[in-house]
């Protein structure tokens, strides 16, 4: 585990404790169960912003604590741990990394004090395919005298119900360029798309929707390298999400070995099944080293980090597949049940895995930027 400064440790701290006191996993079930229009639950995300976790990357001088994408990690694991759905990844990760590195002054003093106090939702709308692959776009926006029009379709965009704004990127004729969209633009039109982790998940369809050239984000043309940023801090972020929900699994699966048995004996003293716990913990530590190493190699801005993010999505989707799978499987068939939580890990682990890449996708970016 990672040395934490003792802001850090008091910031895990609450994050432990606001998740089982505020957002037990038995709110998850109930937003799932109400079918909420937006996939979170409003009172739960006015929690978190009154918990300052919205400005938890943003620098002070636009309304934020600055405290790195570390510390920002150590919130996203305990989230995960019991699913909570909010828009604090989409938007105050992923978006706001997206405005920091690409952002001009005017477009960050405007934008980012409305992600810390949440009257803003934006969100990056990348994908167009089942399967994340950035170079694979057909989105366009074509010139025009006061700025561009956009026609195309994304999907998987992620709160892309609850989002009023967008981070879309789109190819034109200098090549891939990201742009600041409305969400209530002319032109454009979302629809839900039912996943079986309930979350709020969209696809977005672009026609004539005009661009004004100041919400260009970053430089025309330049938008692949500004593009791979933005996805390596939310593929950073997720890694740390993915790990809480690996862990939690993990202690479920845990305290049934030590409880449950079987021949009068707990299950958890058969040496096969105390074999595999020692591995899945092995696992899960050599995973969380991995993803600490990548979210402090971007807070140093470190030249290998598009490495070692790729190699802790990788690592960490390894882990929570296998495990997932094990949460299940040790349970037996109450594991199977809908009145059992496992389930909902399962489900979780599957989309979340596949968001920003999964494990195929990042092992050969790994092995591509490491020479091979």
Same mark, same amino acid.
């Given at each position: 585990?990672?040395?934490?400064?003792?802001?850090?440790?008091?910031?895990?701290?609450?994050?432990?404790?606001?998740?089982?006191?505020?957002?037990?996993?038995?709110?998850?079930?109930?937003?799932?169960?109400?079918?909420?229009?937006?996939?979170?639950?409003?009172?739960?995300?006015?929690?978190?912003?009154?918990?300052?976790?919205?400005?938890?990357?943003?620098?002070?001088?636009?309304?934020?604590?600055?405290?790195?994408?570390?510390?920002?990690?150590?919130?996203?694991?305990?989230?995960?741990?019991?699913?909570?759905?909010?828009?604090?990844?989409?938007?105050?990760?992923?978006?706001?990394?997206?405005?920091?590195?690409?952002?001009?002054?005017?477009?960050?003093?405007?934008?980012?004090?409305?992600?810390? =106090?949440?009257?803003?939702?934006?969100?990056?709308?990348?994908?167009?395919?089942?399967?994340?692959?950035?170079?694979?776009?057909?989105?366009?926006?074509?010139?025009?005298?006061?700025?561009?029009?956009?026609? @195309?379709?994304?999907?998987?965009?992620?709160?892309?119900?609850?989002?009023? =704004?967008?981070?879309?990127?789109?190819?034109?004729?200098?090549?891939?360029?990201?742009?600041?969209?409305? @969400?209530?633009?002319?032109?454009?039109?979302?629809?839900?798309?039912?996943?079986?982790?309930?979350?709020?998940?969209?696809?977005?369809?672009?026609?004539?929707?005009?661009?004004?050239?100041?919400?260009?984000?970053?430089?025309?043309?330049?938008?692949?390298?500004?593009?791979?940023?933005?996805?390596?801090?939310?593929?950073?972020?997720?890694?740390?999400?993915?790990?809480?929900?690996?862990?939690?699994?993990?202690?479920?699966?845990?305290?049934?070995?030590?409880?449950?048995?079987?021949?009068?004996?707990?299950?958890?003293?058969?040496?096969?099944?105390? &074999?595999?716990?020692? =591995?899945?913990?092995?696992?899960?530590?050599?995973?969380?080293?991995?993803?600490?190493?990548?979210?402090?190699?971007?807070?140093?801005?470190?030249?290998?980090?598009?490495?070692?993010?790729?190699?802790?999505?990788?690592?960490? @989707?390894?882990?929570?597949?296998?495990?997932?799978?094990?949460?299940?499987?040790? &349970?037996?068939?109450?594991?199977?049940?809908?009145?059992?939580?496992?389930?909902?890990?399962?489900?979780?682990?599957?989309?979340?895995?596949?968001?920003?890449?999964?494990?195929?996708?990042?092992?050969?970016?790994?092995?591509?930027?490491?020479?091979?």
């Amino acid at each position: 585990m990672a040395a934490l400064n003792d802001v850090q440790s008091m910031i895990r701290d609450q994050a432990k404790t606001w998740v089982k006191e505020e957002s037990p996993i038995e709110k998850f079930r109930q937003m799932r169960d109400s079918q909420a229009d937006l996939r979170f639950i409003p009172e739960t995300w006015s929690g978190i912003i009154e918990m300052g976790w919205t400005g938890i990357i943003v620098p002070e001088k636009y309304g934020g604590s600055g405290l790195g994408y570390l510390t920002f990690g150590l919130v996203l694991e305990e989230i995960g741990r019991n699913l909570t759905a909010s828009p604090l990844f989409a938007s105050a990760l992923v978006g706001a990394s997206g405005i920091m590195l690409g952002g001009n002054e005017e477009q960050k003093q405007s934008i980012l004090p409305r992600l810390v =106090d949440g009257s803003v939702l934006l969100t990056l709308a990348v994908d167009e395919g089942p399967r994340h692959d950035p170079s694979k776009m057909k989105t366009e926006a074509k010139k025009t005298r006061t700025g561009f029009l956009l026609n @195309g379709t994304k999907t998987f965009v992620q709160e892309g119900l609850a989002a009023t =704004d967008f981070i879309v990127a789109a190819n034109t004729e200098n090549g891939k360029t990201l742009f600041l969209v409305s @969400g209530n633009k002319t032109g454009l039109t979302r629809q839900p798309i039912h996943t079986m982790d309930s979350r709020g998940y969209a696809s977005l369809a672009f026609s004539d929707v005009e661009i004004d050239s100041k919400d260009v984000l970053g430089r025309e043309g330049d938008g692949s390298n500004l593009l791979d940023k933005i996805l390596d801090c939310g593929r950073a972020g997720l890694s740390a999400e993915m790990l809480g929900t690996g862990a939690q699994a993990f202690d479920m699966t845990l305290e049934y070995l030590k409880t449950r048995e079987q021949f009068g004996r707990v299950i958890g003293s058969f040496q096969t099944l105390g &074999h595999r716990a020692a =591995d899945l913990f092995g696992k899960m530590e050599l995973s969380r080293s991995c993803m600490e190493a990548a979210l402090q190699a971007l807070d140093e801005e470190a030249e290998n980090s598009a490495e070692m993010i790729s190699l802790s999505k990788a690592r960490v @989707g390894d882990f929570l597949y296998e495990m997932s799978n094990q949460l299940i499987q040790i &349970h037996g068939g109450i594991g199977m049940t809908d009145e059992f939580d496992a389930g909902f890990y399962l489900k979780r682990a599957r989309v979340i895995e596949a968001s920003f890449g999964n494990r195929a996708f990042h092992k050969d970016r790994y092995a591509k930027l490491i020479g091979f």
